[in-house]
């Protein structure tokens, strides 16, 4: 149904009256047909009254001090005492009164207001009345997210023939004003008017046909407790992380985000460590380092790693830079000879692992075996490689941990489309399928990608015995579902040197440890193995390009030049000729790989803006500039086979420019 109201002119006649001494009439302004029921009215009001946010982003929430049906006796035992209107012809029923909480403190002032439910029967029809009544006394007082009125009424009209959830034969929603004699009816408020009735309408209309909430929030924590402390965050930090932002990216969505997701993270651990020392956490794939920045500044003692360094680190504080380190992750359990500490190796102290994982910097990239000490609180957030290896190595490290995934990528670091749930297969559904490496391959149409990521990585951490709880975030981002491991299943299966309850420190057992690194090396074999990672994680440390030094010497002519590297097993093919060309100042170096009928593209550095631009069968888009901040829009795949053949120029490789990525981007 079209909402299309239907104005009421000025001068209308109103259609409530309030009995109430000393009050002003009410002004009809709209009102529209409906098809649901006086339940449905109801149930629809109790939520937007519950949820002030749906009406205004303006507004957190709504903080409920008194619900209670009315007697004629009424005394109420609350801080915000009601004020009660009463209408000819209407019954009050319930007394509610609600304290409606601004998103920005510093902008909005609170309001209280008192919501009251009536109802009058006729032969004819039955009408619901709902009463919005600021506590106010002039029009002046009203916050911005407020219509400048001294009441608000919703009112529904159904025919008395049918009164059950089923569809009844006529209704109509209409929506009247209570103005002050201050602030007369204006365009301002037909339009607030406008707005409130076709949100009430959308909602009723959704409930009726069968509408049912698919995303619920506040599911660990209460939505007041995480709202409060993320407003003391924003009032905190948000100005002067805003003003000092390094990156190239938005600063307004990353700063907020993470304060949001610091905010949860703060009242997470009050719950789970109540009375107990903190254990310290970990952010792995920790990007621009700024949550940990933000943990830190709390009181909160903890690191964080990524495989390559952001010029952001050094605008932080200076514990922050301690505590920020360049490292790649090798898991124990897959490492080979040489290339890190064996899996045995347990880091016992916090303070002492940090030193040591500082040591050797500038001699070559630093490399982390992904074991912490027991009890370190893991942060995964958008880790994106190392999204699904969060719940092993939380396993291996006895530790809880919170994963927020974001981009799909297999456990040997490449993308892939992680399967829908329950997928039929010959192997296990949750193993890489080449197939699925085509972001436009769905076998379940109904199934997101994203979607088909979370449930995937969520049946990797039960594997590894986890009980997983699942929240879904308000910070401003698509990427909000958070999976937080903290309790251990009750089985056989549960690895034994794991306590059930986690947070408390415990000696390793080496024997139990082998047992435990048998099981995930098992759980990895089972959904698709880690070939390649090592490989595929050495590369992010390396530079993308190779500049030439200054030099005022006549340009060098173009000169071809195609390497070929051997096969690695599935991943993508490309085929084509490479050319280096030197630009007479010296400083910048370009690349050129042609390889029809699958891609052309072009990569540069310093200065040299560089572009790929996919033709043929894939495509692939993107663009970096200075110092190699890049950003990168896929809209299509080459031909995936089962060899993997790279196309190097004379002094680099040629490859895909990938976005500024918190975790491990193996191309």
Known sequence: MIFSPTPSPAGSPPTLEETTIGTTPWTPLFSHSCSFPPEIFREVMLNLIRNPNINSNRLFRADISLDIPFT????????????????KDFDLKTVMVRTMIPRNALLDEPLDQTCMFYEQTRDSDIQSLVIYTPHISSASESPFYHPSVRGIAFLHTANNSSTS??????????????????SPRSPVHEQTAHHLLRVLHKHGQGLSTGYVKRVHHDMLLPQAVVQNTYARLKAKHAKALCESWSESTDPTKHVFEDLGIAAFLIELWREMYDGREFPGFVD???????????????GYAGWGFDARRRKSWATWSEAAQRNLKELVLIPSIIQTAGSGSGSLERNLDAEAAIAAEGEGEGEGVGIHNGIFPTGTFIISN??????????????????????????????????????????????????????????????????????SLVSWVSNIAQDCGWVIEKEMLRIPSTRNTALIGRKRQDSN?????????????????????????AEMKEVVRKYGGAEGWERNAMKLNQPKTTTTKPSTSTPATPQPATTLTAPEAGTTLWLGLAVVL??????????????????????????????????????????EVGMGAAIEMDVGIGAMLAGHVTVVTAIQDVETLGEESRGQSVT
Request: aromatic share 6%; charged share 10%; net charge negative.
């Open 284 to 298: 792995i794939g920790c990007g621009n380092g700024l949550l940990v920045h933000i943990l830190l500044a709390e």
């Open 382 to 451: 958008h880790a994106d490689e190392l999204t699904p290896w969060t719940p092993i190595l939380a396993t291996l490290s006895s530790s809880p941990f919170i994963m927020i995934p974001c981009c799909s990528h297999s456990l040997s670091g490449s993308r892939f489309r992680a399967p829908p749930p329950h997928t039929p297969s010959k192997t296990h559904p949750s193993a890489p399928n080449p197939q699925n490496s085509n972001p436009n391959h769905n076998t379940n149409a109904t199934t997101s990608a994203f979607a």
């Open 72 to 87: 004629p006796n009424l005394a109420p035992d609350s801080e915000i005492p009601p004020r009660i209107a009463h209408f």
């Open 582 to 623: 030197t630009f007479p100042f010296g400083t910048d170096t370009v690349g050129t790989a042609v390889a029809p009928p699958f891609a052309f593209s072009v990569t540069g550095e310093a200065g040299a803006a560089g572009a790929v631009v996919g033709i043929g069968i894939g495509a692939t888009m993107g663009m």
């Open 493 to 517: 299966t549960t690895p034994p040197n794991v306590p059930h309850e986690l947070g408390e420190q415990k000696e390793v057992n080496v024997a139990v440890a082998v047992d435990v690194d």
């Open 165 to 182: 959830t089923s569809t009844p034969k006529e209704a109509t929603l209409s929506i009247h004003y209570s103005f002050f004699p201050t």
